[in-house]
């Protein structure tokens, strides 16, 4: 017995260094998440434009169009809590920022549900991998008991990125994304499941928190705060409800009823109609994102 | 409580201190040692399966404690035909239990469609308590042995307790039988190294098998089947395939599993999987899967209804019989009884032949490669059983049916050249090849790594261990996502 417990103990000690070792090799990767962190941590004094939201905003304005000092921190996939929690975490710290553009698309408020245990188990396993890669590239907890970042434990461990450069994006920040995908019209558009009313009320009353919380920063530092709503391909406005716009609007109502902000609504612009600006139906490609950046900068008077 | 899961990690090493170290060293010398294990046994037992669903602890000591009874009225019993009857109506209890729960819904259900009747009020809705055919069936083997006489009643309730509810086995098998694991916990078990080192192979290797290869089969698995009607020929062939290495690495991975930790606890429970996938014919497969619950039928249903030593009539009504209950206990659904009548289709001709046993050997034995015959019989056997489990895997009939339609089309073979090409499936068909390499080479061991540690770099008794360690490691990085054991809902 006693042969076999030190064969467990040290094989329990191996497990335990070799554990250390992969998560300390896979927080050294490079990838879009560790370089905006990066960014943020010693170049924040350069911004001035500071891009938020997710995916809708990351691919859809191309910075480097947006006048001296723009950032994109927005990051696909990410939910409105990272956005207030970066916001909070950097913005006494920006002696230069001038505005935050944040990226309000159609499906997050309803969509985007962290908390609601009904979400299919490929959306729970999404935001599970969303709550690892904030929390071990940049550092924020999605709450004070969250452990995400044990990637082994949580099964998040990629072996083709354990070693090497995941990085997609480029020094400002911006994810250029070329042409468009195979069905791209089918691509990330709106299915039945995304507006479910069931969800909507708690949801939304969540989201406007924290889109109230970052417009209460921007108030409190002098600084712009700026929601746009970027426009998407004609298949997907097809699928979008009334219902769900007036809830859109409401939002920023809501929000402009506390705190100063400026919105504008570019989902159904008749500007963004052509098909070769659209990597699928939902997300504008570089064309695209080259465009919009102009347009966002001449309308906002950046 | 899953056996990839944090939870298990942290009490298995709890209960196996306690059960060595508490209740057997310190308490030696009590006349209660032994009663007292295994009533830790049963407690540990009970925390594990209550970790899904606390309530349904009463139904499985209720189970026990009537097959328990029944076991002592059996013996004690002046007459066979009263016996008999205590026999019945255990067998009729169990059963009953067992009906209520996993089948009259579906009855329910399947009668009201017939007559068109509404089911308001009718449905009990009730959730498929875990593991319940499992357990059911081993209760059964022991009051169904005490009646013919092949093992005696005991009165020792606490050691029955366990017998019925040993947590390794209790929820996906295998099934054991009275007569092999209940004397086990009637005597004191002694520790062996060799033995619990052995176990420690097998439960890595059953990790291997569930975490690497069907949790990874699983992804590409559910999307094509999810999606069936989209998918090319080759598509739903490759999907097949990779169901039917998902199934036998969930399953045979919970196997090995439940016996390596049964061996770390001095138990020995019986082989559940023999490498069935490189069986020449369809009756060898069955003597290869799920060998606990296939000789369970065997014992308990085939021979009773006289086997294959009857008309030829019978014969063919008695191997339909097993088949289509066999297909049936998987669950309510009649993809599971279409599945049975299947099988029993393909193995109606050699057992009328005469040449259901004609395999009984493993293959190319002394051998290290098959001969062209046997690769063509492997292969074939191989492809009936991948159709099988298309029925199997499917929602329903109707399902099935347009599976295997999608899949008559002439690019369809396409997918054995896919298999090895396709970058979705980035590494798991490599992690496939490995793991019938490695079953091929231990074939005629009980599990994958047995014997592994006679390696010369694996007999440094310092270097093992890390290897265990590396190995752990390497199956939770190149693991799947962690998804539920398949036979669970069984």
Request: proline letters at 2%; glycine letters at 6%; charged letters at 20%.
């Amino acid at each position: 017995m006693k042969r076999f417990l030190g064969a467990l103990a040290i094989g329990g000690i191996a497990f335990f260094v070799f554990c250390g070792i992969v998560e300390y090799f896979q927080s050294q990767v490079d990838n879009n998440y560790s370089y905006k962190y990066w960014y943020m941590e010693n170049r924040r004094h350069k911004v001035v434009t500071l891009l938020l939201g997710d995916s809708y905003i990351e691919n859809a304005i191309n910075p480097s169009l947006m006048g001296e000092g723009a950032f994109t921190l927005a990051s696909s996939s990410r939910w409105i809590y990272y956005d207030d929690k970066l916001l909070e975490k950097y913005i006494a710290d920006m002696p230069n920022l001038k505005q935050v553009i944040f990226g309000m698309g159609y499906k997050p408020p309803f969509f985007k549900s962290y908390h609601f245990p009904k979400t299919d188990d490929k959306e729970h396993e999404n935001n599970e991998h969303e709550k690892y890669m904030y929390e071990k590239y940049m550092h924020i907890r999605y709450d004070d008991n969250s452990n995400h970042w044990l990637g082994l434990y949580r099964g998040f461990i990629d072996p083709s990125t354990l070693i090497g450069n995941n990085l997609l994006c480029d020094s400002l920040g911006y994810e250029r994304v070329d042409g468009q995908s195979v069905n791209w019209q089918l691509e990330h558009n709106v299915d039945s499941n995304v507006f479910r009313l069931e969800y909507a009320k708690e949801q939304v009353a969540e989201y406007t928190g924290y889109l109230k919380d970052m417009a209460r920063l921007c108030h409190l530092h002098k600084v712009r705060f700026i929601v746009i709503t970027p426009p998407c391909h004609a298949s997907y406005i097809a699928n979008v409800r009334q219902e769900g716009l007036d809830i859109l609007h409401g939002i920023i109502d809501d929000v402009r009823s506390e705190y100063p902000v400026e919105y504008m609504d570019y989902l159904q612009d008749e500007e963004y109609r052509a098909d070769s600006i659209y990597r699928n139906s939902s997300h504008l490609n570089s064309v695209g994102a080259d465009m919009f950046a102009l347009r966002v900068k001449k309308d906002f008077g950046l | 409580m899953l056996f990839n899961s944090i939870q298990f990690a942290i009490f298995l090493p709890i209960v196996f201190l306690l059960y060595w170290f508490v209740f057997d060293r310190f308490i030696s010398r009590s006349k209660w040692q032994l009663r007292l294990q295994n009533a830790f046994v049963v407690v540990a037992s009970y925390v594990f399966y209550g970790w899904w669903d606390w309530r349904f602890l009463l139904l499985i000591a209720f189970t026990s404690f009537c097959s328990w009874g029944s076991g002592l009225l059996i013996g004690k019993a002046e007459t066979k035909k009263k016996a008999k009857t205590w026999m019945w109506l255990n067998i009729i209890l169990n059963l009953g239990i067992l009906a209520i729960f996993k089948y009259y819904d579906f009855f329910v259900s399947e009668f009201a469609e017939l007559f068109n009747i509404s089911t308001d009020g009718l449905l009990l809705k009730v959730i498929l308590p875990v593991g319940i055919s499992f357990y059911t069936f081993q209760a059964l083997s022991y009051s169904i042995d005490v009646y013919r006489g092949k093992i005696e009643s005991t009165k020792d309730i606490v050691a029955f307790f366990a017998f019925i509810s040993f947590f390794p086995q209790l929820v996906a098998g295998p099934i054991e039988r009275a007569t092999n694991l209940l004397p086990q916990f009637l005597k004191k078990r002694k520790f062996d190294y060799s033995t619990a080192v052995d176990g420690v192979w097998q439960i890595l290797w059953g990790l291997f098998k569930k975490m690497v290869i069907a949790d990874n089969c699983s992804v590409f698995v559910d999307k094509v089947f999810s999606t069936y009607t989209e998918q090319s020929g080759s598509t739903l062939l490759l999907a097949a395939i990779f169901f039917t290495f998902q199934i036998y690495g969930d399953f045979s991975g919970y196997s090995d599993i439940a016996i390596g930790t049964a061996k770390l606890f001095g138990i020995k429970l019986m082989r559940n999987f023999n490498v069935p996938y490189f069986s020449r014919d369809i009756a060898e497969f069955w003597r290869r899967w799920h060998i606990s619950l296939t000789t369970w039928f065997r014992d308990y249903v085939y021979i009773p209804l006289g086997g294959s030593r009857v008309s030829k009539a019978k014969v063919i009504r008695n191997t339909f019989i097993i088949f289509l209950v066999s297909g049936f206990w998987h669950g309510a659904n009649w993809t599971f009884i279409a599945w049975g009548a299947y099988h029993a289709i393909l193995f109606l001709p050699l057992i009328l032949t005469g040449k259901n046993r004609k395999y009984t050997n493993q293959v190319a034995e002394g051998r290290w490669f098959p001969s062209l015959k046997e690769i063509g019989q492997m292969f074939l056997t191989f492809f009936l059983a991948v159709l099988g489990w298309i029925i199997f895997r499917a929602e329903s009939i109707g399902q099935a049916w347009e599976y295997l339609c999608g899949m008559m089309q002439f690019g369809t073979l396409r997918a054995f050249y896919r298999f090895f090409t396709l970058t979705e499936l980035r590494l798991t068909n490599l992690f496939v090849v490995i793991m019938l390499v490695i079953e091929w080479l231990q074939r005629n061991k009980q599990h994958g790594f047995e014997g592994i540690d006679k390696l010369y770099f694996l007999r440094n008794k310092y270097l093992r261990p890390i290897i265990y360690a590396i190995l752990l490691i390497l199956i939770m990085i190149y693991g799947g996502k962690h998804a539920q054991f398949i036979y669970f809902q069984f």
